[in-house]
């Protein structure tokens, strides 16, 4: 071990079934860059048989074994708000926190993951029309990448769920934040898609486990562009169908490493080489 790596650093991650997250990777692989001895555990409630009711316990243990931060993943993001000290604006907002910083004995939540849709889009689909977007899911993730997209300056955003109650209540939610936006949720998607300039696909189809398009294929134009939050794998039936057809695309792993560039940077005070931790994330899913 060199003279430089003298500045230890644990941090974690709190969910369910996260033995595949390349969270810890991407957040050890910066840390050593930077000259930290960075550990980072996985606190997966499958493997520990814990649930939600158990966070009280697992914050304490962190506290206590001197950890900088965890983040939190599903199903955690809403439950941990309830035994927080503090939440940043954006976490308060949206009502979900993935990144909380333990500090002085206090607890602090934040919200990266819209931060890195909106960071990834802005590199990957620069000069996009925004001037329309469809997005399919109103879950957590959907929440994020439509803030993060209203961000951006979206002017009209039209969000479809199978539970139309969520759409709703997330276009009502959204609409109070970005009252110079048209948001609404939609019932007609051939009809959106139609008028639409991108679409942000916010649900967990085309993951390994859930294969297959979320919407008819006939719907994409190459006019679109699309945005895709799942990066497991890289190249979706989506991204794949709409490259097919001529659109500009946009993967889920922008969204992916810039939430880990943004909890980097809270847990650590550093700032953190974005392009080296890209560059790490597509040598693990080249």
Same mark, same amino acid.
Request: proline fraction near 5%; aromatic fraction near 8%.
């Given at each position: 071990?060199?003279?430089?790596?003298?500045?230890?650093?644990?941090?974690?991650?709190?969910?369910?079934?996260?033995?595949?997250?390349?969270?810890?990777?991407?957040?050890?692989?910066?840390?050593?860059?930077?000259?930290?001895?960075?550990?980072?555990?996985?606190?997966?409630?499958?493997?520990?048989?814990?649930?939600?009711?158990?966070?009280?316990?697992?914050?304490?243990?962190?506290?206590?074994?001197?950890?900088?931060?965890?983040?939190?993943?599903?199903?955690?993001?809403?439950?941990?708000?309830?035994?927080?000290?503090?939440?940043?604006?954006?976490?308060?907002?949206?009502?979900?926190?993935?990144?909380?910083v333990l500090k002085d004995?206090?607890?602090?939540?934040?919200?990266?993951?819209?931060?890195?849709? #909106? %960071?990834?889009?802005?590199?990957? +689909?620069?000069? *996009?029309? @925004?001037?329309? =977007?469809?997005?399919? !899911?109103?879950?957590?993730?959907?929440?994020?990448?439509?803030?993060?997209?209203?961000?951006?300056?979206?002017?009209?955003?039209?969000?479809?769920?199978?539970?139309?109650?969520?759409?709703?209540?997330?276009?009502?939610?959204?609409?109070?934040?970005?009252?110079?936006?048209?948001?609404?949720?939609?019932?007609?998607?051939?009809?959106?898609?139609?008028?639409?300039?991108?679409?942000?696909?916010?649900?967990?189809?085309?993951?390994?486990?859930?294969?297959?398009?979320?919407?008819?294929?006939?719907?994409?134009?190459?006019?679109?562009?699309? #945005? %895709?939050?799942?990066?497991?794998? +890289?190249?979706? *039936?989506? @991204?794949?169908? =709409?490259?097919?057809? !001529?659109?500009?695309?946009?993967?889920?792993?922008?969204?992916?490493?810039?939430?880990?560039?943004?909890?980097?940077?809270?847990?650590?005070?550093?700032?953190?080489?974005?392009?080296?931790?890209?560059?790490?994330?597509?040598?693990?899913t080249g």
């Open positions: 071990m060199t003279e430089t790596l003298v500045r230890p650093l644990k941090a974690g991650l709190i969910g369910a079934g996260i033995q595949a997250s390349l969270t810890p990777a991407m957040h050890v692989a910066e840390g050593a860059a930077q000259g930290l001895r960075y550990q980072y555990e996985l606190i997966d409630l499958l493997e520990l048989e814990a649930t939600q009711d158990d966070l009280p316990r697992l914050l304490a243990d962190a506290e206590q074994d001197g950890f900088a931060g965890l983040n939190i993943t599903y199903p955690c993001k809403q439950a941990v708000i309830a035994h927080l000290d503090n939440l940043a604006p954006d976490a308060q907002r949206l009502g979900a926190v993935n990144t909380v004995g206090r607890r602090y939540g934040h919200n990266t993951d819209w931060w890195g849709f #909106a %960071e990834g889009f802005r590199r990957g +689909l620069p000069d *996009a029309d @925004l001037s329309f =977007a469809v997005q399919l !899911g109103a879950g957590g993730a959907g929440v994020a990448t439509a803030y993060a997209a209203l961000s951006l300056g979206l002017k009209s955003l039209m969000v479809f769920d199978r539970e139309p109650e969520r759409a709703e209540s997330l276009a009502s939610m959204l609409s109070r934040f970005f009252p110079e936006a048209e948001i609404a949720a939609g019932t007609d998607l051939p009809a959106a898609m139609r008028l639409a300039s991108g679409l942000i696909h916010a649900t967990p189809t085309g993951m390994a486990k859930y294969p297959g398009l979320p919407l008819d294929r006939d719907l994409i134009d190459p006019r679109h562009w699309v #945005a %895709e939050i799942v990066y497991f794998p +890289l190249e979706t *039936a989506l @991204l794949a169908e =709409a490259r097919r057809r !001529g659109c500009r695309t946009l993967d889920g792993g922008g969204m992916a490493v810039f939430q880990a560039v943004g909890a980097f940077r809270l847990f650590t005070g550093l700032e953190p080489d974005a392009a080296r931790m890209l560059n790490h994330f597509k040598t693990m």
